[in-house]
């Protein structure tokens, strides 16, 4: 890797002022007796005081976002259109203090920010384009034809918990609102407290664009302190973190008989196949793998190479990760920034530490650098790892991948499924039909045929979820939205024929039957 030497000299951006940083804590729905102490990733140094949320909190969040609900719900959906259209040309007007503020609290490269601003821009415009097919009543035949209809109708659900990470903070948590604002619902948005202020910020916009006041609430907190009444408040939980945290909020909106998309982790596998063109299968396994750090929940964390290939592609992509640009800077020279806190450095450290105890080898990487920041970790390759090691099954969430070797296909796919996740899979070879067979082998939501992960993610047509432990449910596509509907059955009658008069059932037994045959005959039923 080469390292920026600029970190020295770091200026803050001149975008966050104190009046920018007061008004976003501002809209925090709490009472102020408690604070979390925000730091700027790359120098550990206080940016603001969070105001944090109690339960009290969150329930006075509900009661004020139902409020909003019911009136926006009311409103066309073209007046709910126009209120998302102003908000794209905000967004893009107002690009640059997302990807600032992004930066300074959670240390991703600049780069990767300016992504998270293009997800949600292409999220929006896609939703603008297909709310009014997707939500569009559907008339259906009745039971009796000619004297009955039935009518398929969308309602929103309500007010839906969004709970997102500080991973793609602003992506996820705008981009997972759209949908369900659009449709009708409101939103009780917990950003998590360490990427709070773009989020917030966003919301920002959502308002200046002409959104209700009251519909979007923002609560911040530990999950712990605030989750259950978060859950217990919702018609909907959209919820994106961790495994262990999706069990603990599924299991509760299980109890409220509520439905929930839960999005969790990957422990995501890279398929080299012997036809592949090394020369865009090396930079492509590079991003896939050290893109926000490693911190992308489809990032790929294992790579599988014929064994006679693995000799040349390791030579290749240990020498892309050394000319990799890692740096501590806010311009848009590192191409890898830091860790999101010194905790998950720890993590990530103990990971390596504990693969190379066990016998792995490290062919680049493995040392945290405090030199660039106090959250850097060099960008890693090991090889040897096997299942005993932690890193050889669990997700290690940081810039850390392992090269194995396999000697068929079938032994490559049994592999690749060889995990209790499924969220993303990349195949790399030149023969498509062979690669995408291969792809739909694997126990994977997303499939990417010559990509790491962004050509299935930003599919906003398509449902993107996990299988196995990575999730429940998907985002994107008519799913995404349908998703934050309750579906309503009207049927109409314009004449009572249902009913049987008592005298003379066995007769209309026999009339029943007649008539059902002719509807299969007809295909009526
Ligand atoms: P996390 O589960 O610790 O936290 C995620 C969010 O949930 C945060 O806002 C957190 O405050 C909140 N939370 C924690 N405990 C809670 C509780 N008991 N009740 C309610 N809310 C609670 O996850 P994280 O470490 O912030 O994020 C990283 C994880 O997210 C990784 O596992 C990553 O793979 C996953 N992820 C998945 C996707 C996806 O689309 N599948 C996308 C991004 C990240």
Known sequence: ?????????????????????????????????????H????????????????????????????AAQRAWAARPLRSRLAVMRRFHELLLANWETVVDL?????????????????DVAMTTSHYLKAAPRILKERKHGG???????????????????????????FAISLSDSMPALIAGNGVVLKPDNKSA????????????????????????????????????????VMFTGSTATGRVIGARAGQNLIDCTLELGGKNPLIVLDDADLDEAVPGAMFGTFLNAGQACMHIERIYVPADLEAEFT??????????????????GPQMGGLISPAALERVSAHVQDAVDKGATVLTGGRARPDIGPTFY??????????????????????VVSIYTYSSIDEAVALANDTDYGLNASIWGKDLKRA????????????????????????????SGGFKNSGVGARHGDYGMLKYTDLQNVAVLKKQVLTSPDEGFEENIVKTLKGLAIMRKLGIR
């Not at 730091?39 to 976002?65: F, M, W």
């Not at 962004?454 to 599919?459: G, K, L, T």
């Open 378 to 399: 060099e960008p890693t390759v090991l090889t040897g790892v096997t299942k005993e090691m932690v890193h050889g099954t669990q997700e290690t969430f940081g810039p």
């Open 1 to 37: 890797m080469t390292t920026s030497t600029e970190s020295s000299t770091l200026v803050r951006p001149a975008s966050l002022t104190p009046e920018l940083l007061g008004r976003l804590c501002g809209m925090v729905v709490s009472d102020g007796a408690t604070t979390y102490s």
């Open 436 to 463: 995408e067979a291969v792809g739909r082998r694997i126990e994977s939501g997303g499939i990417n045929v010559n990509d790491g992960l962004a050509c299935s993610y930003a599919s906003k047509r398509t449902p």
């Open 39 to 66: 730091v700027e990733v790359y120098t550990g140094q206080p940016i603001i005081d969070l105001p944090q949320s109690s339960p009290e909190d969150v329930t006075a969040a509900y009661v004020t976002a139902r």
């Open 143 to 169: 039971v009796i034809p000619v004297v009955s209809r039935s009518t398929e109708v969308h309602v929103p659900k309500g007010v839906i918990a969004l709970i997102s990470p500080w991973n793609f903070p």
């Open 102 to 118: 992004m930066q300074v609290e959670t240390g991703k490269a600049r780069r990767m920010s300016f992504e998270e601003v293009c």
């Open 197 to 236: 202020l773009c989020v917030t910020y966003g919301v920002s916009l959502l308002r200046e664009a002409g959104l209700p006041e009251g519909l979007v609430q923002i609560v911040l907190g530990e999950g712990p302190d605030i989750g259950p009444a978060l859950v217990d408040g919702a018609d909907f």
């Open 315 to 332: 030579r290749r992509f240990v020498a892309a990760v050394d000319q990799l640009r890692v740096g501590a800077t806010y311009d848009y």
